[in-house]
């Protein structure tokens, strides 16, 4: 596929339609045609989605949402599917996901044929860790903020192979990019083997340095796979120019496809090493046309590809909602994401944890309420949340430190945290939705179970 046929509002082999490369590192960055704040108030295309509309729905970056005429689409995939399931599933498909990965090779700047379809990126977390093999004493590098299943995978790994899983200590509040490099660099020793690292963090929402982390790490001969659950659709992806052994994301977040579409991206001289976690007919087939990596991930079993199908439907329908394309769409959801944070924090009278440039369209505010035992914060997250939801409002409350690390080797049990409001900008959203929940979250706050800290 070349440039001019990049579908619209996408990245050819990394160009964006603007005709400018986009960064490796950083957030989206201005181009003409984008949305400001103010007009992204106005949410002009909020019919576009199926939402409720009683709902105010902040909460975008935990599954996505789907717009009605990307389902749609699906629909007429599977009317398709089911009107003749053999001829689609054992003729016709091979071809069908071709094309779906060329489209979606020229938005994340890959060569198709290194991108496999997986159902999410945890499963593509999973098929590296389940491939990859290490020795007794290996280090295995994340940090404090990877998401919860990631960490799990990760410590299976560890555990199956008598390696050890190091956790470097991200900063948070952090003050610029640079310590969360410095940080993640400090971790490693010369038995590091691995390092599984977050381009968006999920319980902080931090936008990390990734392209500068990968070229150190591989300057320190190790490998990176990169957990991108949350980076195609929110910021640009040129995953040639990154050059990590492994990147996985999710299609269904910020893309806005079906549930059930992610990618592993995963770079040509590591695809000897890597299977998918179901082995199927791939594993022995004797076609010279395709390279094992295709035989294999191409199928694995009968499934629902509709979904994966989907995906470049998606990439015209939501790059079609700014002049200026995807670049646009991606830096208006980060604007309202720096506008809404703005405002809460004005509301609840904290201070912003991470500068501007660290956020892409979500973002992490610490809750003034005083700290307790690591050990009950989750379920005092669940608390708040069930209290905002009854309220009409959809959106994560985050306990900090993350509880799942209370098995580390310096957390226990004892270590006092607090709680995180984080809040997703989509092209739904707009300004006076994130004031609602400023209100809401002060009189839930009030509660007698969640008492507001002293700021004296």
């Keep these: 596929m070349t440039s001019e046929q990049a579908p619209t509002g996408g990245f050819a082999r990394g160009v964006s339609v603007a005709g400018d490369r986009p960064p490796v590192d950083g957030r989206p960055t201005r181009v003409a045609g984008d949305l400001s704040p103010a007009t992204a108030d106005e949410a002009p295309a909020a019919g576009v989605w199926a939402l409720d509309p009683s709902v105010t729905f902040l909460n975008h970056g935990s599954f996505g949402a789907c717009p009605r005429a990307v389902l749609d689409a699906q629909r007429r995939w599977r009317d398709r599917m089911e009107a003749e399931p053999v001829r689609f599933l054992a003729v016709e498909l091979e071809e069908l996901l071709t094309a779906a990965r060329t489209t979606l090779g020229a938005f994340v700047g890959a060569d198709p044929d290194d991108l496999a379809f997986v159902p999410n990126a945890t499963a593509g977390v999973n098929t590296v860790l389940r491939s990859l093999r290490f020795a007794p004493g290996d280090e295995l590098l994340t940090t404090d903020h990877e998401y919860n299943a990631s960490l799990n995978a990760l410590r299976f790994a560890a555990r199956r192979d008598g390696a050890r899983v190091v956790l470097a200590r991200v900063p948070f509040p952090v003050a610029d990019p640079g310590a969360a490099v410095e940080a993640v660099l400090a971790a490693v020793t010369p038995r590091t083997r691995l390092a599984l690292l977050d381009h968006v963090t999920s319980p902080t929402a931090l936008l990390l340095p990734i392209g500068e982390l990968v070229r150190e790490l591989d300057r320190h001969g190790v490998d990176t796979l990169v957990d991108g659950a949350h980076g195609p659709g929110m910021v640009p992806l040129d995953l040639d120019a990154l050059g990590a052994a492994y990147y996985t994301g999710n299609c269904h977040k910020w893309l806005c496809a079906p549930k059930g579409s992610a990618f592993l991206h995963v770079r040509r001289d590591r695809q000897g090493g890597i299977r998918p976690l179901a082995i199927s007919h791939g594993a022995n087939a004797t076609r010279t046309d395709r390279s094992r990596f295709r035989l294999e991930f191409d199928w694995t079993g009968t499934v629902d590809p509709t979904a994966w199908l989907s995906v470049p439907d998606a990439i015209v329908t939501v790059g079609a909602l700014a002049a200026g394309g995807w670049p646009a769409v991606?830096?208006?959801?980060?604007?309202?994401?720096?506008?809404?944070?703005?405002?809460?924090?004005?509301?609840?009278?904290?201070?912003?944890?991470?500068?501007?440039?660290?956020?892409?369209?979500?973002?992490?505010?610490?809750?003034?309420?005083?700290?307790?035992?690591?050990?009950?914060?989750?379920?005092?997250?669940?608390?708040?949340?069930?209290?905002?939801?009854?309220?009409?409002?959809?959106?994560?409350?985050?306990?900090?430190?993350?509880?799942?690390?209370?098995?580390?080797?310096?957390?226990?049990?004892?270590?006092?945290?607090?709680?995180?409001?984080?809040?997703?900008?989509?092209?739904?959203?707009?300004?006076?939705?994130?004031?609602?929940?400023?209100?809401?979250?002060?009189?839930?706050?009030?509660?007698a179970d969640c008492t507001v800290a002293d700021r004296h």
């Design 330 to 447: 991606m830096v208006a959801n980060h604007e309202l994401a720096v506008a809404a944070r703005e405002l809460l924090c004005a509301a609840l009278s904290v201070e912003p944890p991470a500068p501007d440039r660290m956020l892409g369209a979500m973002a992490a505010v610490p809750l003034p309420l005083a700290p307790g035992p690591i050990g009950e914060q989750a379920s005092r997250a669940l608390a708040l949340e069930s209290r905002l939801r009854d309220r009409g409002v959809e959106v994560p409350v985050v306990p900090w430190p993350a509880p799942w690390l209370v098995d580390a080797d310096d957390l226990t049990a004892q270590t006092r945290g607090g709680l995180l409001v984080r809040v997703s900008a989509q092209r739904y959203n707009r300004l006076e939705q994130y004031a609602r929940l400023a209100e809401t979250l002060r009189a839930v706050l009030a509660v």
